[in-house]
Each structure stands twice: as structure tokens, then as C-alpha cells.
């Protein structure tokens, strides 16, 4: 499988457990607040060899493995490399944008997965603006119902600044991150879900969209505002960031 750069590792991209991080490159989205952007390219690739090596060099201590991008279910050898992860005890977490439930749904019946965090990008008629797809996309509600069954899963949207029309550019507000919660329940049947609402965090010279790089991180407020109205949708809420 193709790595784009990886990460020895750390206590937060996998919570409970000390996690190494495999980014791989490519995406099928193009966000315009991507953080990953010079991992979208697709060109780099560190080997896979190489990462399942140095996880034999820290068995004692790493606990689990964190597949991310990029989207990782994109990768071809997605499914044999981690059974490579698998075969060395470890738990694996895998971060998607929910585009490819074929691929979620192998790794559900192999029970490959012990952790799922699926990205909803706002309300589906925002998926344009915030995910850069031409239009709603069945896909991420086919994977939304899937991302349910694995042993642990979140939902999670990050309160992005929208580029809207005329160029106007402003945060997701409470009625739209009211409707990507609604939006959850309606594909899932359920309201019995962990959802974290995070916040937008710019970076200099490194959003896929130079615009936003400027643009502030998403105001406290705002964010305990969505989060006193998506809690009437999804009571298992919580702001992350
Ligand atoms: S933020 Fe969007 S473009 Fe970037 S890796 Fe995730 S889904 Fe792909």
C-alpha cells in the first residue's frame, strides 16, 4: 500500500491506545480546507515495508495503527496491508470520507477494523462547497449506515469557513450543522450515535483552498452554539479541538 508519510507515534489519533500513523496519499475530494493537500498529489510513496518494520521495532509499547490520508480506502492493497497490521496484534483505526462503502463494507465483513471516524461534510447540499464533489453523493449515506456497525465509530464535522456564493466566505452555521446531524439519523435510523463537531484550525501554506488560510479558526461561540442545537438531534455530541 502507498504511504505518503507516517507517524512514529502518539496518544491522540487513536484514543486509548498509543498509535503509529500511516497517511496515504490521494484523495477523491478536493476540500477546501484540506489540511492534506501536499499528500492529494498522489506522486510520494515512503513503503509500506518499511512502516510495518519499524512496527515491529516498537511492539512493545504501540497498541494500534492509524490509517488515514488522503483517503485510505482508495488504496488498491488497502485490505492486505492490514492484515500485515493484524497479524502483528495491533488495533486498527481507519479515518475515510465515507466515498467508498464497497471498500467499508469488506472491511466490516473481515472484520478488519476496530475503529472507524467517518467525516460528514455539512449538510448534503453543501457537499459542493465543502467537499468539492459535483453534487450529493449516495455513497457517504451507504457508508454512513455501514460506519454503525464496526465496534467503535464517530461522525465527525469540522465547522469549516464555506466558500459560498459571490464569493462570500463564512462558517457552517447552527441550522446547517443542524441538518448534517439530521442528515446522520435520517441514512442511519438512529440518534444513538458518538459525533464530534470540531473546529476549523487555518494553516499558512497549507490549505488545498489559499483563501481560507487566512481565515480565522472557528469562534468559541459559534461552536457551543451548534453544539446546544446538534445535542437536540445527536445526544451523544461532543466539541472537539
Ligand atoms: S479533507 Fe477532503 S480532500 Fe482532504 S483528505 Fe479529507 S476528504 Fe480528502
Redesign the pocket.
Known amino acids: 500500500m502507498k504511504i505518503g508519510a507516517a507517524l512514529g507515534f502518539n496518544l491522540i489519533d487513536y484514543p486509548g491506545k498509543i498509535a503509529a500513523v500511516a497517511f496515504t496519499p490521494g484523495?477523491?475530494?478536493?476540500?477546501p480546507?484540506?489540511?492534506?493537500?501536499p499528500?492529494?498529489a498522489n506522486t510520494k510513496d515512503i513503503g509500506d515495508q518499511g512502516f510495518l518494520q519499524y512496527l515491529d521495532t516498537v511492539k512493545e509499547w504501540v497498541t494500534g495503527v492509524v490509517i488515514c490520508?488522503?483517503?485510505p480506502t482508495l488504496q488498491p492493497d488497502l485490505i492486505p496491508f492490514i492484515e500485515q497490521v493484524r497479524n502483528r496484534n495491533l488495533a486498527v483505526k481507519i479515518d475515510t470520507?465515507g466515498?467508498n462503502p464497497k471498500v467499508m463494507a469488506q472491511l466490516l465483513a473481515r472484520d478488519l477494523v476496530d475503529y472507524v471516524a467517518m467525516?460528514v461534510?455539512g449538510p448534503e447540499f453543501l457537499w459542493p462547497a465543502t467537499?468539492?464533489v459535483p453534487g450529493y453523493q449516495p455513497e457517504m449515506l451507504e457508508s454512513m449506515k455501514l460506519v454503525a456497525q464496526f465496534p467503535i465509530y464517530e461522525y465527525r464535522t469540522t465547522v469549516v469557513p464555506v466558500i459560498r456564493e459571490g464569493e462570500n466566505i463564512s462558517f457552517l452555521t447552527v441550522p446547517e450543522m443542524a441538518a448534517a446531524a439530521q442528515l446522520i439519523i435520517t441514512a442511519t435510523g438512529s440518534s444513538a450515535h458518538k459525533y464530534y463537531v470540531q473546529k476549523f484550525i487555518p494553516r499558512k501554506n497549507g490549505l488545498?483552498d489559499k483563501r481560507l488560510e487566512s481565515f480565522p479558526e472557528t469562534p468559541p461561540q459559534l461552536l457551543q452554539d451548534i453544539h446546544k442545537e446538534v445535542l437536540k438531534h445527536l445526544p451523544n455530541t461532543q466539541v472537539r479541538g
Open positions: 484523495c477523491n475530494y478536493l476540500c480546507h484540506c489540511h492534506a493537500a499528500l492529494l490520508g488522503g483517503e470520507n466515498s467525516d461534510k467537499a468539492g488545498l
